[in-house]
Every structure is written in structure tokens, then in C-alpha cells.
């Protein structure tokens, strides 16, 4: 069982925007602690999405974005492309468990 | 732009040592500022963080692994290893190498492409 609870799947039309919800508790995100996003499409390596709550790292396209409030986080995809068909990640820091912690994923699908 | 490639053994026996390397290119492995270090992936499943360590010989382990992990870098030959003592079929995963800038607001920013390790007799 993931430190940060994330939905096994959503799905949409391309064109259309789904949001993904990464919860915590105190002792992470609720600690003040930064979220990071990361975007794993079949057979690949992660790839950092967004860092630091809300920031995209160059490369990466403005329909994702992100944002963060009290002990959750939000991976926003806005006009869905079939190339966004991926498992998405969220992570952060325990302070209770010392270290990095990741939700469990989240599968994209477009319909 | 740094490259990162892991490569050890694809079966490790049961109660044996697990031993990964990382071999770094592209810059940055010897600079202060980065966090190098490993996460796993078992089949199907998701991500798991094993450790970070720098250059300046700070290392972190995630408690959970139960000190049965050790990481060591070698800037001058820019590379870093991974040894799990005692490993079980839970340890069955993909490795990744990964880079972390210092900083709170950094996530893991680079991964090598992952080596698959089966524990198994």
C-alpha cells in the first residue's frame, strides 16, 4: 500500500482533459514537502514531468500542469493526446518513513 | 546532457549478493549538486526508492530495505554501485539509475533505461 494514494486508471477522448489526484497526509505532502510528477510510458524509464509542484521541465508540453494544496496534488492533462497514453507517478518525502515516496500510478488511457 | 546505463547480472540465486553498476557520461557525476542513486520497479508494479548518495560522500537509504543495501560512487570513473545482501523474489525488479539535483523542489530528473533482475534459483 503507496505513502500516496493516486486512482489505478482515468481515461478520456482525445482533445479532452483529465486530472489526476495524488493524496497524502501530514507527514509528506501536508509537511510542506514538494510534489513531483513523472510520466512512464510502456516499456521506458520515468520521465520527470513536473518538478517542484508545478513546474515543467523544458521539453514539456503547457498541457500538463500541476498543482498542489494542503495534503494533495493534482496532475492536470488538458487536451489529451494518444502519445499521453502512460502510467503517471507522483512522489514526494516522508519524514515519519525517511524518505522518497512515490503513489502507487496512475494509467492513462485515451478512448 | 548526461547519460546514465546500468548493468549487472539478469538472475541472482535466492540469499545471494544483488550487484548493479551505473556507469555515468555526459558531465556532472563529479560535481557537487547532484544526488546519483537507485529506484526499482517489480513487475507490474510501481516505483520504489533504494537510495541516494553524492559526491561529497553523503548517503541515504530507505529504511524499509532494512540495511541490507549499500551505495558507493566513484567519480573518477563516474560510476556508482548497488549491492542487496540477501536478496528474496521481492527484490525481482527493474533498476533504475537516476540523478537528483540538491533541493527540495528537485525531482529525480534523469534515468538510465533500467536493468531487469529475477531472483530465482
Known amino acids: 500500500q503507496s505513502v500516496l494514494t493516486q486512482p489505478p486508471s482515468v481515461s478520456g477522448a482525445p482533445g479532452q482533459s483529465v486530472t489526476i489526484s495524488c493524496t497524502g497526509s501530514s507527514s509528506n505532502i501536508g509537511a510542506g514537502y514538494d510534489v513531483h510528477w513523472y510520466q512512464q510510458l510502456p516499456g521506458t524509464a520515468p520521465k520527470l514531468l513536473i518538478y517542484?509542484?508545478?513546474n515543467r521541465p523544458s521539453g514539456v508540453p503547457d498541457r500538463f500542469s500541476a498543482f498542489k494544496s494542503g495534503t494533495s496534488a493534482s496532475l492536470a492533462i488538458t487536451g489529451l493526446q494518444p502519445e499521453d497514453e502512460a502510467d503517471y507517478y507522483c512522489?514526494?518525502?516522508?519524514?515519519?518513513?525517511?524518505?522518497?515516496?512515490f503513489g502507487a500510478g496512475t494509467k492513462v488511457t485515451v478512448l | 546532457q548526461v547519460q546514465l546505463q546500468e548493468s549487472g547480472p539478469e538472475v541472482v540465486k535466492p540469499s545471494e549478493t544483488l550487484s548493479l553498476t551505473c556507469t555515468v557520461s555526459?558531465?556532472?557525476?563529479?560535481?557537487?549538486?547532484?544526488?546519483w542513486g537507485w529506484i526499482r520497479q517489480p513487475p507490474g508494479g510501481g516505483l520504489e526508492w533504494i537510495a541516494s548518495?553524492?559526491?561529497?560522500?553523503?548517503?541515504y537509504y530507505n529504511p524499509s530495505l532494512k540495511g541490507r543495501v549499500t551505495i558507493s560512487l566513484d567519480t573518477s570513473k563516474k560510476y556508482l554501485s548497488l549491492r542487496i545482501r540477501s536478496v528474496t523474489a521481492a527484490d525481482t525488479a527493474v533498476y533504475f539509475c537516476?540523478?537528483?539535483?540538491?533541493?527540495?523542489?528537485?525531482?529525480?530528473?534523469?534515468w538510465g533505461r533500467g536493468t531487469r533482475v529475477s531472483v530465482s534459483s
Open positions: 517542484g509542484n508545478t
Open positions: 555526459g558531465g556532472s557525476f563529479g560535481t557537487i549538486g547532484y544526488y
Open positions: 512522489q514526494s518525502y516522508d519524514r515519519s518513513l525517511s524518505g522518497y515516496v
Open positions: 537516476t540523478r537528483r539535483p540538491h533541493g527540495s523542489s528537485s525531482g529525480f530528473d534523469s
Open positions: 548518495g553524492d559526491s561529497a560522500g553523503s548517503t
